[in-house]
């Protein structure tokens, strides 16, 4: 039987982040999937919206700051070792409001974020083909965030994969963890479909599908899946160079070669990552108000994804709140790209024992919702 230090269940962004810094510290790691390491993670748009994403004070606002700012770095550091460049584009992303009701949204969301950075700048409909010369001046509003980038989402995850292997974590792909193996409130490993596997300590980074397994463990993570489909585009002519997101959610992420990733709808509860005719129509609709010059463009994919979001839609970041040695790392809803390089980095110091990461992730904990729990735990106790 094999033994590790740590094992990872979750071969995404956050488990491949994890596990690439865990390596980097001297741990022996692995990592599991049930299918293709990073499937999830490749259907992400790839937008840093550290601002986007945040209309009001929450606790990851600051976290999210911090991370978007670890990516020029990220960058080179993946080149370096990996030769995989995530195509890192810094051009910003204009967020645009259709309705007075979402004039006033983004008015308000433009003073919050604009107290604590002047750079953010409001533009009135005519100023927004100056800014990006592919929209038209048809919008109630818009704000222009300059520091909101992006990555091209595939290669990120196909990025940390390689890194956290070249650090020397073993991956094992196509290979589903049934259990945790727990003895005595203290998790030993886990079982597979190829067999056992020993570690002194486990991290449940499997996306939407964590809760599956903790169920064994008296502990239910609200933590549910939400489908979002997207489609990309390539265009011949003009093409805009900034992200385009509109407050009702459907946004146009320009990569590399003119190729526009435009997503995304929102389905909660499902797993299933079929394409519906009607999600692709009412994003093309809407997309193509935003950007007209998108009507000439030839389809090129659709796909569909499954992002994980906890019932406060705030990542869960930290311990098991009853099994020794069993730490949880999910739920980050819209933003696990935007997330990944701080996630991987914090949970190894939390892992590893540092306190201040410990005061830190408070707010992220899972006991955060052990409480529906404790009626469970005096039930079976009784
Ligand atoms: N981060 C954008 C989305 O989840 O659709």
Redesign the pocket.
């Known amino acids: 039987m094999k033994v590790y230090d740590h094992i990872v269940i979750g071969g995404g962004v956050i488990g491949c982040s994890i596990a690439y810094r865990l390596a980097e510290a001297g741990l022996r790691v692995a990592v599991f999937d049930a299918g293709r390491a990073g499937q999830a993670s490749m259907a992400?748009?790839g937008?840093l919206?550290a601002q986007n994403?945040f209309e009001r004070e929450n606790p990851l606002l600051e976290i999210a700051l911090e991370s978007r700012a670890m990516f020029p770095q990220l960058r080179d550091e993946l080149l370096y070792s990996t030769g995989i460049d995530i195509e890192l584009r810094t051009a910003g992303l204009i967020k645009t409001a259709a309705t007075e009701q979402e004039w006033s949204e983004l008015r308000q969301q433009y003073q919050f974020l604009t107290d604590k950075d002047p750079s953010i700048q409001w533009l009135e409909p005519e100023e927004v083909p100056e800014v990006e010369p592919c929209m038209t001046s048809q919008t109630a509003g818009a704000i222009f965030l300059e520091k909101d980038h992006q990555v091209k989402a595939p290669l990120l995850a196909e990025a940390f994969l390689k890194a956290a292997m070249n650090a020397g974590v073993h991956v094992y792909e196509e290979t589903k963890a049934l259990r945790l193996l727990i003895q005595q409130n203290r998790v030993l490993g886990i079982d597979t479909s190829i067999g056992s596997f020993h570690a002194t300590q486990v991290t449940m980074a499997a996306g939407a599908w964590s809760s599956h397994l903790l169920a064994d463990t008296i502990f239910s993570l609200p933590v549910i899946p939400?489908k979002?489909e997207?489609l990309s585009i390539r265009l011949a002519g003009p093409a805009p160079v900034k992200t385009v997101f509109a407050v009702d959610?459907c946004?146009i992420v320009p990569k590399r070669n003119k190729e526009m990733l435009i997503?995304?709808t929102?389905i909660p509860g499902s797993f299933d990552t079929s394409v519906t005719a009607g999600g692709i129509l009412s994003l093309l609709q809407r997309a193509s108000r935003l950007l007209p010059v998108l009507s000439d463009g030839i389809i090129h994919r659709t796909w569909a994804?499954v992002?994980p979001q906890a019932a406060d839609h705030l990542p869960v970041m930290g311990s098991h709140p009853f099994i020794d040695s069993l730490h949880i790392c999910t739920g980050h809803?819209?933003?696990?790209?935007?997330l990944s390089p701080i996630t991987g980095i914090l949970m190894k110091k939390y892992i590893t024992g540092c306190q201040e990461t410990h005061k830190l992730l408070a707010p992220f904990a899972p006991a955060r919702f052990s409480g529906s729990c404790a009626a469970n735990i005096h039930e079976c106790l009784n």
């Open positions: 992400a748009g937008m919206g994403e939400v979002g997207c959610g946004y997503g995304a929102s994804g992002r809803y819209r933003n696990g790209i935007l």
